[in-house]
């Protein structure tokens, strides 16, 4: 952008807007080619303007430099702010206390540290052994589709949903019959992720108890683990804690946290949005039938088509030159993970879902450091679920041609999706 360019004679990027109707591929496409490197309002920490990457090339390499940083503390300016306004920290078990300690939002060499200790259990070797048992997940939630439901109704429920919750459950080792009482924690602590559209105080306050509730419950789950150690992961962090002090009660408590929300909000959607993708592609879903070992590349397609998490932040810790742009220290940067998928420099007809495509280098798991920790689980979950759908019920319909997206700019997904089992 210009020097000198006033917001009055340019157009203004809108996370709201580009997602009210839930497809803001449009919007990317537009700023793709004419604002590739958009600076934005003034926010967040300092008032500098935001900055937004729609390029796959900047977003591959600027997620990768060590000047984009999670906290916000790293930077001398916030820290007088800080003391100006007399910010308190945040309260025990606050939504605020325990995402100060995710892997997530740390940067070096914390997050070195508490990537290392949950790192073993995402390894694509160590999650392979657990195909499986995936599949039986998957086959046992169609067949009670089939049986309670006649195969009639939304898909979210009856799988997209249910599948990730019992994995990521059994890698903790959390007793699958208490999985009811995640459900809406995670999905208030998804939504408190969604930065963007959940800033109410009101939201804030619902977000807070369900961190209390769900600390309380897991702090008793570690003390069963303690007296009663068991092959989960859990059971390895209290290891790492207690006779290796590795990492802290909080951050134990905030890691098995992270992981459930992460387990429950996102592969979900790959599911799900991936699932209508094929179903309005029927040339596609009748090349999946066909012929199940696409599966894997078909996973890598649709999270390059429509990804789960559209975008994601940093903070500029050193003032950066982008594209001709010079983003000052203290910026926030958005990383448009969404629009970087559907880059025409990189794929042809990137609107399009081709299962044979070479899908190559997409962002859907982001880039560099925080490279999704979970991402072997969620190709070989996603994987199994088209695979499975794709068998046992070659017909697939869907039932509401429109379904609706729920809100939210970081985690992309619908309420639920309508479909009937055929075949
Ligand atoms: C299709 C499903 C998924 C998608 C699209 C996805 C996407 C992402 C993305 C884009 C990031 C990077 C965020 C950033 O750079 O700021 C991330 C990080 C992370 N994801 Fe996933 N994720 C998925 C599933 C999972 C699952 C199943 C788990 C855990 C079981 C998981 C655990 C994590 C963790 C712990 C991080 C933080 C890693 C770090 O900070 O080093 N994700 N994910």
């Known amino acids: 952008m210009a020097e000198g360019v006033t917001t009055q004679h340019r157009r203004l990027f809108s996370i709201e807007q580009a997602f009210a109707e839930g497809n803001p591929y449009a919007d990317y496409a537009w700023f793709r080619a004419h604002d590739p490197v958009h600076v934005g309002e003034p926010g967040w920490p300092l008032g500098q303007p935001q900055v937004f990457l729609f390029r796959h090339r900047d977003v591959m390499q600027w997620l990768r430099d060590p000047r984009m940083v999670k906290r916000a503390s790293q930077l001398p300016e916030f820290q007088a702010l800080r003391e100006e306004r007399q910010w308190e920290p945040p309260e025990q078990d606050t939504f605020g206390f325990a995402a100060s300690r995710f892997m997530l939002f740390q940067d070096p060499p914390d997050h070195t540290r508490l990537r290392s200790l949950a790192n073993r259990a995402f390894t694509p070797r160590v999650v392979a052994d657990r195909r499986e048992e995936i599949e039986a997940i998957a086959a046992d939630l169609l067949r009670a589709f089939r049986g309670e439901q006649g195969g009639e109704g939304d898909l979210i429920q009856a799988l997209a949903y249910p599948l990730p919750v019992l994995v990521i459950a059994s890698v903790l080792g959390i007793p699958p019959e208490d ?17 963007p559209m959940a800033g109410l105080a009101d939201f804030a306050a619902r977000a807070d108890d369900a961190t209390r509730d769900m600390s309380d419950y897991l702090r008793g789950i570690v003390t069963a683990r303690r007296d009663d150690p068991r092959d989960d992961l859990i059971s390895r962090l209290i290891v790492a804690r207690d006779e290796e002090g590795r990492l802290t009660d909080d951050e134990l408590i905030a890691t098995c946290i992270l992981l459930m929300i992460a387990g429950h909000e996102t592969t979900v959607n790959l599911i799900a949005n ?44 050193d003032e950066v030159e982008i594209g001709g742009v010079v983003v000052p220290r203290g910026s926030e940067v958005f990383f448009m993970l969404g629009s970087a998928n559907r880059d025409e420099a990189v794929w042809d007809d990137p609107d399009t879902v081709r299962l044979d495509r070479q899908v190559g280098r997409h962002m859907a798991f982001g880039m560099g450091i925080h490279f999704c920790l979970g991402a072997p689980l969620a190709r070989l979950e996603g994987e199994v679920a088209f695979q499975t759908l794709a068998r046992e019920s070659p017909g697939l319909e869907l039932r509401d041609p429109h379904p609706a997206w729920r809100p939210g700019a970081v985690l992309h997904g619908l309420g639920r999706l309508d479909v009937r089992l055929s075949g």
């Open 274 to 317: 991936g699932t209508l993708a094929l179903l309005r592609h029927p040339d596609q879903w009748q090349r999946l039938v066909a012929d199940l070992s696409l599966s894997g590349n078909a996973t890598e397609e649709l999270l390059r088509y429509d990804s789960p998490v559209q975008l994601t932040t940093r903070i500029v810790a």
């Open 179 to 195: 999985m009811h009482r995640f459900r809406d924690w995670a999905a208030v602590l998804g939504a408190a992720i969604d930065l």
